[in-house]
C-alpha cells in the first residue's frame, strides 16, 4: 500500500487499554473504544533507522497504525486520543470489512510536555476498497517532508504554491468554523418567523459565502 523498505514493519497489536492508561481516560472514552475498535496493529515505524531520512526538529518518526473497526466510522475523540498519548505524528488506516480510509492529523509537540502533542486539525482520504488502494510514500529527503507530502495529498481544498503547511492548515481550520457558522444560520434561517429577521439572515449567509469561496480558490 505505502512501498515503504520492509524494515519499517513493525506489526504489533497494541493493547487498547494502553492508551486509556497513558491518558487517564474516562468511561466514555473507553466504551468508545470499545464499540467502535476490534484491533489496533502499530504498522511501520518511518525513522531514519527505517528509511535512512533525516528527521527534522518537529518530525523525529511517523507511525503508521492501522484500526480495525466494528463499524464504517470512527469518533474523534478516539482518534485525538491516541494523537494526543503520543508525540509523533501517526497516519491512521482505518479498516472496515473490505474499505480502507486514511487519516491523518497536524499536530505539533507540546512545549509543556514532551511526551504529547497538541492536535489541530485532520485530513482523510474517502473510503477506498482495500485490493486497490495504493498511497506510495516515497521521493521525500526529510521525515518532515514525508509528513508534509501526505497531509498536502490528504487536503480538501488545493493548496496555493507558495502556501507553507501551517498556512494551508490555518486557511482549511478557517474554512471548517465558516462552515459551521453557516450552517447554524441556516438552521436559524429555517425556524425564523420574521420577514425582516430572514432578510438579515440571508445578508450574514452570503457574505459567509463570499469568505468561503474566496478561501478555497
Given at each position: ?15 487498547k ?99 504529547r ?77 420574521q420577514?425582516?429577521?430572514?432578510v ?11 469568505k ?6
Amino acid at each position: 500500500m505505502f512501498d515503504v523498505p520492509d524494515r519499517t514493519l513493525v506489526n504489533r497489536k497494541i493493547p487498547k487499554n494502553k492508551f486509556y492508561e497513558k491518558l487517564d481516560a474516562n468511561t466514555k472514552l473507553k466504551e468508545l473504544f470499545a464499540e467502535q475498535i476490534e484491533t489496533i496493529v502499530w504498522k511501520h515505524k518511518l525513522a531514519q533507522s527505517t528509511m535512512n531520512l533525516d528527521p527534522v526538529d518537529e518530525v523525529q518518526e511517523i507511525q503508521i497504525f492501522e484500526l480495525f473497526l466494528r463499524q464504517r466510522g470512527i469518533s474523534r475523540e478516539i482518534l485525538e486520543s491516541i494523537d494526543k498519548s503520543i508525540p509523533y505524528p501517526i497516519l491512521h488506516v482505518l479498516r472496515y470489512q473490505n474499505e480502507v480510509k486514511l487519516v491523518i492529523a497536524y499536530k505539533q509537540p507540546n512545549q509543556n510536555n514532551e511526551n504529547r502533542a497538541v492536535v489541530h486539525s485532520y485530513f482523510e482520504s474517502d473510503w477506498q476498497p482495500q485490493d486497490s488502494f495504493r498511497f506510495p510514500i516515497t521521493g521525500c529527503l526529510t521525515l518532515g517532508a514525508v509528513y508534509e507530502s501526505i497531509i498536502r495529498r490528504l487536503l480538501p481544498v488545493p493548496a496555493k504554491p507558495e502556501e507553507k503547511l501551517a498556512e494551508v492548515v490555518t486557511r482549511q481550520c478557517e474554512i471548517e468554523r465558516l462552515r459551521r457558522e453557516y450552517a447554524r444560520l441556516e438552521a436559524k434561517l429555517r425556524s425564523e418567523k420574521q420577514f425582516n429577521k430572514k432578510v438579515e439572515i440571508n445578508i450574514e449567509l452570503q457574505k459567509l459565502r463570499q469568505k468561503l469561496q474566496q478561501l478555497a480558490e
